[in-house]
């Protein structure tokens, strides 16, 4: 079964402070690993996607990037709108298009 | 361009009765996906509708089912509601069932007392 892991659960940033959200998997057939960003009470909004190993993708103070075995959400001096849970999904090779979603880092940033 | 669009926002029901949620994707998408979230566990995968067919299911009981029409719209039914229900159903689309990337509308908050 497929299995997606982040870490840490939660996490408390100053304002300015960069840190780094990891999201592990173990699949097989990796099809694409999505990020995500979920405000309280509401849909998940879209980040990025990444197909393979080395693979990296920006927006603004994030940056993404993925190896054969994790991928880290990287957040560049973060601002109190970055607060939000980030979501972490993978899609696999079995022609059923669904994704499989780990828990969550639920992020807040303090001004 | 206007994002997938849900309905209703909230919804209280009792155990036992029937629930209806509507999604409405993005113009042009033909895949539909509905996801439940209930609080500690994560996204849970439902249902794949793709051109008015009903593609894969997860692992839930066949008291979830839906249907896909011709616009592409797509209605979640839940029968026989049990407590365990209470959950924030998403509904998701993409362009094509070839597609990767899938957009997420706001959810539909069903409370089951």
């Known amino acids: 079964e497929d299995q997606v892991t982040q870490s840490p659960e939660a996490l408390r940033l100053q304002e300015g402070e960069s840190s780094s959200l990891n999201c592990s998997y173990t699949v097989s057939g990796l099809r694409g690993l999505f990020w995500y960003r979920q405000d309280p009470g509401k849909g998940p909004e879209f980040l990025f996607t990444?197909?393979?190993a080395g693979e990296e993708k920006e927006k603004e103070r994030l940056k993404a990037t993925l190896t054969k075995k994790e991928s880290f959400l990287h957040i560049t001096a973060p601002k109190p709108e970055d607060s939000a849970t980030y979501l972490c999904a993978v899609q696999v090779f079995y022609g059923n298009n669904r994704l499989a979603f780990g828990k969550g880092n639920q992020v807040v940033v303090i001004p | 361009e206007a994002g997938v669009t849900q309905s209703p926002t909230h919804l209280i029901k009792t155990r036992g009765q029937q629930a209806t949620l509507r999604c409405s994707p993005i113009?042009?998408?033909?895949?539909v996906y509905w996801y439940q979230q209930a609080l500690g566990l994560g996204l849970q995968f439902l249902l794949w509708?793709?051109?008015?067919?009903?593609?894969n299911r997860g692992n839930f009981p066949p008291r979830f089912s839906g249907r896909q029409f011709p616009n592409y719209s797509s209605e979640l039914n839940v029968n026989a509601l049990e407590l365990e229900d209470s959950a924030l159903y998403l509904c998701a689309s993409s362009l094509s069932a070839d597609s990767y990337e899938q957009y997420f509308g706001p959810g539909t908050r069903l409370t089951v007392t």
């Open positions: 509708y793709d051109e008015g067919e009903e593609r």
């Open positions: 990444l197909y393979s």
């Open positions: 113009s042009g998408h033909t895949s």
